[in-house]
């Protein structure tokens, strides 16, 4: 199979996104795990910006890297200084990384407009930047900025850039889509044209989302003849964002046969995505291709029950080849397939009227304002109660909460909780920075001395929506929570007119349901 280097730049394009900021440590753990995941490049950052960018090329040759490059980033000389003056240049040869990417004009219009040189003075600005780079021994990669659109306007000169860099000694003739605005076909078409005039060098493709095409433009761009990917773990970028390295890597090699990963590495693919969104503190897209949460979610009861039969009814691969996994939605759209779904991956036995209780008791609570697709351990729970299986692990005999609100301005929030394990009866106070915080602190306080390991879990994220809206002050609540141990995730959820109430529900099913498992 023919190989495609994949070049990822989420250090520094995808820093450039909207509220996104890495620290130098998150840097090189991000830089580890991309390594790890096999890919062939890591830009490290544009080394002239500020003291971060370089110290950060100090450190990365620490981790011993063993299968990324880590490449520089710059741009060519200014217009007005000798290479050997030039700071962007020198900063590159002072990071010591073995490649390095630099960013030259091709279109006439940004020459003239923005650098404020001549057409000719450019191709001699490119030339000399490339040579003076490659003479010191760095694999020079040549973005060609605004390729495409420079291309349609004057191609002629779009070219004279390119054959000034390749001349010149570059490795790679990185073709950018800058403004994020071409269409795949046209890519396609102009990629090729440039394959065909520089057949002795390596061409790339580094594409924007401005018009939700970047995936599809690199995958054209490949199929034209490039052989060189660039983009962003989850598409991070400015505005709309880059090529998202998470779609166009399986799309190269599950769906056009080329070489990029090796199918273990491939599996880690959902794994980086998650680790990058975390890092970045961002939520992660739920319905982001091959890697989302919902990318394998099946909801409709017609398509679980074709999927239980054949994977390949409604699912374009195996979400394992991605590290992704399946996962069916309980709601009241379910069938009884959808309820059998997951009594299988439970390993639970197949009973039909086992699947009709459970999928009427959804359906009921599904009426009152309950959703269980994102409280898949409040569904699991009430599998267990609709079986007669389920033990609780505490009785409640009261909680109290009380909010003041003192004369300095300051809140205090304190939860009362009175309960019953076997004939053993806590009463503790926990205080919070509100009254769920408060709740949760005097819940988990109380059931320590009997369930030590209830230390290992916290709550994580707390939603709350109303349900019926019309009702005003008095609607009902749904309060989803999302906790997690050293181990797994999981979700919760309640309902109440009350959404002190509500939050108690989901916070008790949370607790139950990691006693439940610690049990087994």
Not at 150 to 156: D, L, Q, T
Not at 173 to 181: E, I, P, R, Y
Not at 478 to 492: A, F, M
Not at 505 to 510: C, G, I, K, Q, Y
């Amino acid at each position: 199979m023919t190989q495609i280097a994949v070049y990822d730049t989420t250090l520094r394009d995808g820093m450039q996104a909207e509220g996104v900021s890495f620290s130098l440590e998150d840097k090189l753990a991000i830089a580890q795990c991309l390594d790890n995941l096999g890919l062939h490049y890591i830009e490290g950052g544009y080394a002239a910006s500020n003291s971060k960018e370089m110290e950060f090329f100090k450190e990365v040759r620490q981790l011993g890297l063993k299968n990324a490059k880590i490449a520089a980033f710059g741009s060519t000389r200014r217009a007005d200084r000798d290479v050997s003056d030039d700071a962007s240049l020198n900063s590159i040869l002072a990071c010591q990384s073995p490649a390095a990417t630099i960013v030259g004009k091709t279109w006439d219009m940004h020459v003239t407009d923005v650098l404020g040189c001549s057409l000719d003075e450019n191709l001699v600005i490119c030339a000399e930047s490339v040579r003076y780079l490659k003479q010191k021994g760095i694999e020079t990669i040549f973005d060609a900025e605004h390729f495409f659109d420079g291309y349609k306007e004057n191609p002629e000169y779009a070219l004279k850039v390119l054959a000034a860099a390749t001349e010149a000694g570059a490795d790679v003739l990185a073709l950018c889509d800058t403004n994020g605005g071409s269409r795949p076909d046209e890519i396609e078409e102009i990629t090729r044209k440039v394959c065909e005039a520089f057949g002795s060098v390596t061409v790339g493709i580094h594409t924007h989302n401005d018009a939700d095409c970047a995936t599809a433009n690199s995958l054209m761009a490949v199929r034209a003849g490039a052989r060189h990917v660039q983009g962003t773990i989850n598409g991070l970028g400015e505005r709309c964002g880059n090529a998202n390295l998470c779609a166009v890597i399986p799309g190269l090699s599950l769906k056009m046969g080329f070489e990029v990963l090796a199918a273990k590495k491939m599996q880690m693919l959902t794994e980086v995505s998650r680790y990058v969104f975390e890092v970045a503190n961002l939520s992660p897209v739920m319905n982001m291709a091959y890697v989302g949460e919902s990318a394998f979610a099946h909801k409709a009861g017609l398509h679980v029950d074709a999927l239980r039969k054949s994977k390949r009814t409604y699912e374009h691969i195996s979400p394992e080849r991605v590290g992704n996994e399946r996962r069916f939605l309980i709601s009241e759209l379910s069938g009884k397939s959808n309820i059998l779904a997951e009594l299988e991956k439970a390993q639970l036995a197949q009973d039909k009227d086992l699947a009709r209780k459970i999928l009427s008791r959804v359906q009921d609570l599904e009426n009152d304002g309950y959703q269980f697709e994102a409280a898949n351990a409040s569904f699991d729970l009430l599998v267990k109660k609709v079986m007669g299986t389920f033990s609780p692990s505490f009785q409640l005999i009261k909680y109290h909460v009380d909010v003041e609100k003192r004369k300095t301005g300051e809140i205090v929030t304190e939860a009362t909780v009175k309960l019953k394990v076997d004939d053993r009866v806590e009463h503790v106070v926990g205080e919070g920075d509100g009254p769920v915080n408060a709740l949760d602190a005097a819940l988990r306080k109380s059931l320590e001395i009997f369930y030590p390991g209830i230390r290992e879990m916290h709550l994580i994220d707390y939603k709350v929506r109303v349900v019926n809206a019309r009702e005003g002050t008095a609607a009902r609540v749904r309060v989803v929570i999302e906790s997690r141990d050293k181990h797994s995730i999981w979700g919760t959820v309640g309902v109440s007119e009350n959404v002190i109430e509500a939050s108690w529900l989901a916070l008790v099913d949370s607790v139950e349901y990691k006693l439940q498992r610690m049990r087994r």
